[in-house]
């Protein structure tokens, strides 16, 4: 049953510096921006944050900008953003490709790439790009600014690095070298979870990150190193095995999870070579 | 004048709804109106031993079963199912509290505590032994069939729960006045509701009203479930003395109300060598959940529809739907029927596999044809149309050229061939007694009905029949809201039956009105001799008989027939199955309305796909742990393949222009098709949906094993076969 709203605290800040000020004196607050997800939990009685902060119109975390060699993201930036810019389809095609499959329009419309970092979800399909990409994740608070590699910003399942009192404010992305490749598989052609999703990119030294197969989106660096040291794609695939732990649950099953996971890295492998 | 009927006329409904000017149940408001909502049960089974308002009680009204003032049944087929359980809980989100409050925010931070002595449920239908129906059907001697069989082939095929997710969720307004009560309400069928809510209530029959408030979609879920939800509604007017409005969000609606009923359907047929079927032995089972409520007649349509549009002398079906402890399974487009359709086409093509015979060629030698028998010794008429559609679609799908063309690819391509009864089955339309009404007007006529407009085109097809029948314009013809002080009795709008039925009556109707009028204009005859009314009732056409106790005899009063081909196209990394074309061949008698004809016809087949390919309610301990639009996968517009529809028109003598019934035939064929074209790609699948994960645990059919697929010789021949528990 949908969650009763008036007993719920909205704080609205008018900037990053005020809202930063709210989550040191007034927390903890939950900071909600497209609210894609969190609609749904409210829709279905699930959600158990009571104190929000509406971040939603700090326009100061908005915008695609590139500086030098770093691709970088406001955390509000939509995927319909994303997918408009020439500088991501040019730099980074494969988050491009992500957001293509994000939801759809509409979601596409209201969702950030802050907010998929923040909700943490295993299943957040621009998260694997992160992760391949070698993201760095920038946190603020009242008094600092610091910036975590994405691969370390999780500590569990819906768990980050992030303090209460900081916000995500922007995500930055290294120069790419070698061809990227990303594959979501769904549920249906739009409006769906994915059951696995790979982001990875082919290099020397090939960067591989999976969704939906671990409680938090995983690089398995073993079987990139195992790709690296000129293992058949076969051993990778059983390297693989041993880094991923998917579970059943209502959208599909570890059997294809496992298997599905291993068929998208051969393919990776062969239409990238 | 040119003539309504066959035209693509302006649709009545049309112009409101998509300026959005039609007015649906949470549209709808009074002064001083409370909001309502529904405490349920969190256990599948067991009692109720203590309850607690853990809330500021003050400005809610709050009913239980002891507030009802009549019986605390929903008054359907047995009278099994509480309006309120009162003890004993039978399965997970039943109704026990009624809350309503003016503020809604106060409604849903309510928290009512129940402790429960919970037993332990029955789940699994095939350990359920508490049956609410059983059906047998016999034609011939099946094991003189069997003996005269030359192949034995046996298979098992199982179906799944489906969620009808119409656009709007349920809804009803009850307000108290003039001693009674009034409705508002989405809904189907509004007599079931007024018997419903006189039974519930103690009120006499003229102290309830029951309005039909424009529908988002019904597919059958809201024919019987709206019953319960306007007792509700009507229990928290009557004790506030206040209006009261209970709307459904999409989370209750899923997880509450009904869902088609999951099937295990067992076949063992004998073949001649030449591919003709000797014996057909059928085992239905169909699981009913907590109460009856229709269950008997799903069953029952299962049954008669369960060997396919086939010809075979010697038949058995067995069926029984059985007692689960979980919410109750009710009426969806095609009520039993695409279960069974789905067990006896996948099963042709095994059969047509273990013969080595092309699966169009089998279909050919056995469909069904004017003259011959059906299960149940009904003769079939002129208009048995099975094989015009297998040859209409087979040509126009390009089956024979691409089945051979896609070997070998990741591309399939499949056949169904099925029929379905149009009407209420056996002597139900007798017992209905259906009126119909026409009521003439200074500028024509209205049409007096209690059908209603789900979307499917009730107001424009009934007018169309009207006006053509009475000669005059369709503009001259205006349809009434269906509202129980306002229209007769004209039967539920379901089982494909208000246009061939109701439409019959009408046609009937106006065909005597116009003979009144003679040359006078309504205009003229109502200053001449005052106000017009014509009823009409139903009368079964001649030679129409049925048997309820040996189900022998005339099943329906007439079939549609229809040939799905549907190509699909595996990925071989996810399994995942894409449907990438549908070429449909249906005989619907006559398209009134051939638009809306179509429309049900490509709704229904994406409908189907949905069942076919990825709507799986997932069960857990008796409640859909999948209850929300995020996981219960509907296909969306991009994944529906383009659809050639193709409408073949055999009149049946008895209907209005020769029309049948065309809603609920186009879902029946869906989900065969697209197993049969996965079975193409060499899987062999026996259980819809057909998700990634079923596909990719499914065995693979090895070219060897193609001519003897999993059949026994005819030398190892049972007698019969019980239920195998698993």
């Not at chain 2, 997880?255 to 057909?280: E, F, N, S, W, Y």
């Not at chain 2, 039993?336 to 050919?364: K, N, S, W, Y």
């Not at chain 2, 005059?472 to 246009?499: F, H, K, W």
Request: hydrophobic share 40%.
């Amino acid at each position: 049953m949908r969650t009763a709203i008036s007993p719920l605290v909205m704080r609205q800040p008018r900037s990053v510096r005020d809202a930063l000020r709210m989550l040191r004196d007034d927390g903890p607050l939950t900071p909600m921006a497209g609210c894609t997800d969190l609609y749904v939990g409210l829709n279905f009685g699930t959600l158990g944050d009571r104190r929000f902060l509406d971040i939603w119109g700090l326009d100061e975390l908005r915008g695609i900008e590139v500086r030098g060699d770093v691709l970088r993201l406001g955390a509000l930036t939509t995927y319909a953003e994303i997918i408009r810019s020439a500088d991501v389809r040019r730099r980074l095609p494969m988050l491009a490709a992500a957001s293509r499959e994000i939801g759809a329009v509409q979601i596409q419309n209201r969702g950030t790439i802050g907010g998929n970092i923040a909700n943490g979800s295993p299943a957040g399909d621009a998260l694997p790009v992160l992760a391949a990409a070698d993201a760095l994740v920038e946190l603020r608070g009242i008094e600092w600014t610091r910036r975590v590699p994405f691969t370390d910003f999780y500590t569990g399942y819906r768990a980050s690095v992030r303090r209460p009192d900081e916000l995500i404010t922007a995500v930055e992305f290294p120069r790419v070298a070698g061809r990227q490749w990303f594959r979501k598989v769904g549920t249906r052609a739009a409006q769906s979870i994915s059951k696995v999703v790979m982001a990875a990119v082919r290099a020397d030294r090939p960067r591989i990150a999976f969704g939906s197969v671990a409680p938090t989106v995983v690089r398995v660096r073993r079987t990139e190193d195992a790709l690296a040291a000129g293992a058949s794609v076969e051993e990778a695939q059983r390297v693989l095995q041993e880094e991923i732990s998917p579970i059943d649950d209502i959208r599909s099953t570890v059997a294809y999870r496992r298997e599905v996971a291993a068929r998208l890295l051969a393919q990776f492998w062969s239409v990238t070579r | 004048m040119s003539r309504a009927v066959g035209r693509n006329v302006v649709r009545k409904d049309g112009a409101a709804k998509a300026s959005g000017r039609a007015r649906y149940v949470d549209d709808l408001t009074r002064p001083g109106l409370l909001y309502a909502r529904t405490i349920r049960s969190s256990i599948p089974c067991g009692e109720i031993t203590r309850l607690r308002l853990a809330f500021d009680a003050s400005g809610f009204t709050v009913v239980d079963a002891r507030d009802i003032p009549g019986r605390n049944v929903v008054s359907l087929i047995t009278d099994d199912q509480p309006c309120l359980a009162d003890r004993q809980i039978r399965h997970m989100a039943e109704p026990i509290l009624l809350l309503a409050h003016e503020d809604r925010e106060r409604l849903l931070g309510a928290a009512v505590e129940v402790d429960y002595l919970p037993a332990t449920p029955v789940l699994d239908a095939e350990r359920s032994d508490r049956v609410f129906k059983h059906v047998a059907i016999t034609k011939g001697d099946v094991d003189e069939g069997f003996r005269r069989a030359d192949r034995v082939i046996e298979g098992e095929y199982r179906t799944g729960h489906q969620e009808h997710l119409y656009i709007e969720p349920n809804g009803m307004l009850a307000v108290p006045e003039n001693g009674g009560v009034t409705v508002w309400g989405s809904l189907q069928c509004p007599y079931y509701v007024h018997r419903a809510l006189a039974v519930l209530l103690g009120l006499p029959d003229d102290k309830v009203r029951v309005v039909q408030a424009e529908t988002g979609g019904g597919f059958g879920g809201k024919e019987e479930y709206p019953s319960m939800i306007a007792g509700h509604a009507c229990l928290l007017a009557l004790k506030s003395g206040r209006p009261v409005k209970l709307v459904y969000d999409r989370v209750e609606d899923m997880l509450a109300t009904t869902k088609r009923h999951p099937a295990i359907v067992r076949h063992r047929t004998g073949v001649a060598r030449d591919g003709r079927l000797t014996a057909m032995d059928i085992d239905v089972l169909m699981d009913g959940g907590a109460y009856c409520t229709l269950s008997p007649v799903v069953l029952s349509r299962g049954c008669l529809h369960a060997t396919g549009p086939y010809r075979c002398d010697h038949v058995r079906v067995g069926g029984r739907v059985v007692m689960t402890n979980t919410p109750p399974n009710g009426a969806f487009r095609g009520f039993g029927a695409p279960q069974t359709l789905f067990a006896i086409d996948v099963h042709m093509d095994r059969i047509a596999e273990a013969l080595g015979m092309d699966p169009a060629r089998l279909r050919e030698l056995n469909a069904l044809r004017p003259g011959d028998t059906t299960a149940t010794g009904q003769v079939l008429g002129r208009d048995a149309a099975a094989l015009d559609v297998l040859r209409a679609a087979v040509a126009r799908g390009d089956y024979r050229r691409k089945r051979r063309a896609y070997r070998g690819t990741n591309r399939g391509i499949g056949l169904s061939l099925f029929f379905h009864g149009a009407g209420f089955t056996g002597s139900g339309e007798v017992k209905l007694q259906s009126k119909a009404s026409l009521e003439l007007t200074a500028t024509g006529v209205r049409v007096l009905v209690a059908s209603t407009e789900i979307g499917q085109g009730q107001r424009t097809a009934h007018a169309q029949i009207v006006a053509d029948a009475l000669g005059l314009p369709y503009d001259a013809v205006e349809v009434a809201v269906a509202d129980t002080s306002q229209v007769p009795d004209s039967g539920p709008t379901v089982a494909s039956r208000t246009t061939m039925v109701v439409g019959g009556l009408l046609k009937q109707g106006a065909a005597e009105m116009r003979t009144m009028l003679g040359h006078l204009t309504p205009a003229a005859y109502l200053r001449a001799h005052g106000p017009l009314v014509v009823t009409k009732q139903y009368e079964p056409p001649p030679g129409l008989v049925w048997d309820d106790e040996t189900y022998r005899g005339s099943a329906y009063g007439s079939y549609g027939w229809a040939c799905d081909v549907i190509e699909v196209e595996r990925d071989p990394v996810t399994e995942e199955i894409r449907p990438i074309r549908v070429t449909t061949a249906q005989e619907i008698g006559k398209a009134i309305f051939p638009l809306g004809a179509r429309g049900q016809i490509e709704g229904g087949t994406a409908q189907g796909l949905g069942y076919a390919l990825t709507e799986e309610v997932v069960m857990r301990g008796g409640a859909m742990a999948n209850a929300q639009l995020t996981n219960y996968i509907v296909p969306t517009t991009l994944d529906t393949p383009p659809m050639d529809v193709v409408l073949v028109e055999k009149p049946y003598a008895h209907g209005p222009y020769g029309a049948k019934g065309v809603g609920e035939m186009p879902f029946d064929g869906v989900a065969p098709a697209v197993v049969n074209a996965i079975r193409s790609l060499g899987i062999d699948l026996r259980q819809i949906p057909a998700t990634p994960e079923r596909v990719m645990a499914a065995p693979r059919i090895r070219d060897s094993r193609l001519r003897q697929a999993a059949d026994r010789p005819a030398s190892a021949r049972q007698a019969g076969f019980g239920i195998r528990k698993r």
